[in-house]
């Protein structure tokens, strides 16, 4: 997860009450409390048990956890057809107020025996290449592509940084985050605070590295970079290699406006 942010006294003061998480699970239009399987519990309680450790690298996810600030959802099987509307509702949601530091976790279901990293890989731009696909927003289909510095995923009118979890990862335990593979969405306000009105500075986004280096059992990975560098692409930290091999090859992602001027 990404974490960097100016901390304020306001921000960090803890909320009164954090409700059952079940409660905020978005699933196709609908928000609340609603029946899982079993394995959905059990996904969240490993990815609530990593988050909420002291040390865990991502104090932002941390406190977002801890203060209720997450949202839910789940796939079962690989069956994608709701993600859309669950991320149309995510998404009029995150401009609210009340939601702007929300980041919504979404659970696959584990397979019996898990993918390897490359299957993961595939099925995680699979993932978001159908969500785009399905973007209700007209603006969609002048979207730039990943290989322009300013690209970041967008739905329904709201950017998104997105990162990956999945058990294949075995050196870099912060992107392991349960037994099935795991999709973190946060929305560009989240790294905005709230008093300041600031994007998040250096000197966090340096604290979050010395922390993974505890936390993993490799280095930092060298596609790590920050929004609005010329020289960054963000969709190179989204799925990152279980090595710190820097991405050659281009985006699996393919924009509307790519695929339409390839006559795709």
């Known amino acids: 997860m990404r974490m960097e942010r100016d901390a304020t006294?306001?921000?960090?003061?803890?909320?009164?009450?954090?409700?059952?998480?079940?409660?905020?699970?978005?699933?196709?239009?609908?928000?609340?409390?609603?029946?899982?399987?079993?394995?959905?519990?059990?996904?969240?309680?490993?990815?609530?048990?990593?988050?909420?450790?002291?040390?865990?690298?991502?104090?932002?996810?941390?406190?977002?956890?801890?203060?209720?600030?997450?949202?839910y959802s789940i796939v079962a099987g690989k069956d994608v057809r709701p993600l859309p509307a669950t991320m149309k509702k995510f998404a009029e949601l995150s401009v609210l107020s009340e939601y702007s530091k929300n980041n919504m976790a979404i659970f696959f279901e584990p397979d019996a025996v898990p993918l390897g990293h490359e299957q993961y890989h595939q099925l995680f731009w699979s993932t978001l290449q159908y969500l785009h696909d399905h973007d209700p927003d007209p603006a969609a289909d002048e979207h730039p592509d990943p290989s322009d510095p300013m690209w970041e995923f967008c739905f329904a009118g709201?950017?998104?940084?997105?990162?990956c979890g999945c058990p294949s990862?075995?050196?870099r335990h912060s992107r392991n985050l349960g037994p099935g593979m795991v999709l973190l969405f946060q929305p560009r306000s989240v790294f905005v605070d709230r008093v300041t009105n600031r994007v998040?500075?250096?000197?966090?986004?340096?604290?979050?590295?010395?922390?993974?280096?505890?936390?993993?059992?490799?280095?930092?990975?060298?596609d790590l970079g920050t929004y609005g560098d010329p020289e960054n692409r963000e969709w190179k930290q989204y799925f990152l290699p279980d090595e710190n091999v820097a991405a050659s090859a281009g985006c699996p992602f393919l924009s509307r406006k790519s695929r339409r001027g390839s006559g795709l």
């Open 9 to 71: 006294k306001s921000e960090d003061e803890a909320p009164s009450s954090v409700s059952e998480w079940t409660s905020r699970v978005i699933l196709a239009g609908h928000m609340g409390m609603m029946d899982l399987p079993p394995w959905a519990h059990s996904s969240y309680a490993y990815l609530r048990e990593q988050v909420i450790h002291p040390e865990y690298p991502c104090f932002f996810g941390s406190r977002a956890e801890e203060r209720g600030e997450m949202f």
């Open 200 to 222: 998040i500075n250096a000197k966090a986004r340096q604290e979050v590295r010395k922390r993974l280096q505890k936390w993993d059992a490799i280095t930092a990975h060298p």
């Open 158 to 163: 709201v950017q998104m940084f997105v990162v």
């Open 169 to 171: 990862f075995e050196s």
